[in-house]
Structure formats: structure tokens, C-alpha cells
């Protein structure tokens, strides 16, 4: 199947294949996944990353049971993670509902974000998460936004309270995998927080859809 290529700079870059990539993850998050590959047709159009051989997408309208998080590798059209990711207590308890770019709501960020580098926290090592889309998630550094491991994010816990602890906003992950999962997308890569929300999807710079092929 024959790939769009992308001029990045002095290079052409394919787009990962969409039907490929749809028999590696649940039909319900077929929209999300095809709403991250635009996204990042956009920003490497756009120099707006300056890694392209992975994507990140968390489909934010499945359960936070759910595996959500894929990581994808876009040369080979392979998801390398597929795994659970909590959200904000302020989103809700096991769906997400509500998103926010505020300080101190405790909600999770739509939209699109760029990987920034990775320190050791609070909570081990953690990946800083720069916001690109204004009114959406642009204050994300202000908010400290960081994707990162926690004890929360546990088959336990959803046997015990049926859905995932909640962060106070990050994207939290299971700490087993945390530290391969940074090194896979820091320092420049794209990560698309998506949720079929009508007034991101209309607004949003990376979602025109004249960039599909």
C-alpha cells in the first residue's frame, strides 16, 4: 500500500498506514487513531515536531479500564504500546468526561502536545508534555502536565474500585512500563490527547482534513 509522503525539512517522510494500524487496535478506537495520524501528518508538515518516526495517542473516550494509550511506530505501521492510562480526578471517575486547561481543576488536556524531556519527579522518571493548541492545552507546562508512572494505574484497583486511580491531571501510566514508554517518545515526538469533542475537532489547526490523501 502505497503511503502519503511528507516533506519534513530536507526529507520525506511516510504516513503511517491507517488500514495497517486498525487491525492492531480495538474498532472503537478507530476515530482516535485516525484523528492522531492527521495530527501528525500536520505537525511534521509543519516542523511542529522535531521527531517523526513515532505517534502517540491516547483515545480518551474509552473507559480508563481500557487499554488506550498506543504508541505507534510510523515506519513500520506497528503499535509498540497499547497500554491503560488514568486521568485527571476532575475528568470523572472511569469515563472521562470533562477536560480543562486550567490550574488547579485537576482535569485532563485535549489535543495535541510535543513530547519535551524527560527528568526524574515525584514519581520517578517523567516525560514534560508541551501543549500546542491554545485554549486547549497550551498551559500544560504551567500545570506541570507530565506523563509518568503511578501505583494507581493497577489491575488491582479496577478489582477494587472498578476503574483506575486518578491523577490531578497527568497522564499516568503503570510503572512497569514507564520508563521504556519515555525513552520511546521524548524529546520531540507528537502525542494526541483525543476525546470526539466538537469544539476541539472544529477549532484545532492539526485536524483540517484537506491534509488526508
Same mark, same amino acid.
Given at each position: 500500500?502505497?503511503?502519503? *509522503?511528507?516533506?519534513?525539512?530536507? %526529507? ?49 473516550? $474509552? &473507559? ?8 505507534? !511506530? ?24 470533562? %477536560? ?9 488536556? *485535549? ?5 519535551? @524531556? ?10 514534560? =508534555? /508541551?501543549?500546542?493548541?491554545?485554549? %486547549?492545552? @497550551?498551559?500544560?507546562? /504551567? ?19 472498578? $476503574? ?10 503503570? &510503572? ?10 521524548? @524529546? ?8 470526539? !469533542?466538537? @469544539? ?5 489547526? %492539526? =485536524? /483540517?482534513?484537506? *491534509?488526508?490523501?
Amino acid at each position: 500500500m502505497l503511503h502519503l *509522503l511528507i516533506l519534513a525539512g530536507a %526529507f520525506a517522510v511516510s504516513s503511517p498506514s491507517l488500514p495497517a494500524l486498525e487491525r492492531q487496535v480495538p474498532p472503537a478506537s478507530h476515530a482516535a487513531l485516525e484523528a492522531g495520524i492527521e495530527a501528525w501528518r500536520h505537525a511534521v508538515a509543519s516542523s511542529a515536531v522535531s521527531r517523526a518516526d513515532v505517534l502517540t495517542v491516547i483515545d480518551y473516550s $474509552r &473507559p480508563s479500564t481500557e487499554p488506550r494509550l498506543f504508541v505507534v !511506530d510510523v515506519a513500520s505501521s506497528r503499535v509498540l504500546f497499547r497500554e491503560r492510562v488514568a486521568h485527571g480526578r476532575g475528568s470523572g471517575e472511569n469515563a472521562t468526561e470533562r %477536560f480543562s486547561n486550567l490550574p488547579q481543576s485537576h482535569m485532563t488536556s *485535549l489535543g495535541v502536545f510535543r513530547a519535551g @524531556d524527560a527528568y526524574t519527579g515525584a514519581h520517578g522518571l517523567s516525560l514534560r =508534555l /508541551e501543549g500546542l493548541e491554545p485554549g %486547549f492545552n @497550551d498551559r500544560a507546562r /504551567e500545570r506541570a502536565i507530565v506523563l509518568h508512572g503511578a501505583d494507581y494505574v493497577s489491575d488491582a484497583l479496577i478489582a477494587s474500585q472498578g $476503574r483506575l486511580g486518578r491523577s490531578w491531571g497527568c497522564p499516568a501510566v503503570r &510503572p512497569a512500563i514507564a520508563k521504556a514508554l519515555i525513552a520511546a517518545i521524548r @524529546d520531540g515526538s507528537l502525542l494526541v490527547a483525543y476525546y470526539p !469533542d466538537a @469544539d476541539w475537532m472544529r477549532r484545532s489547526s %492539526f =485536524l /483540517e482534513r484537506e *491534509l488526508q490523501p
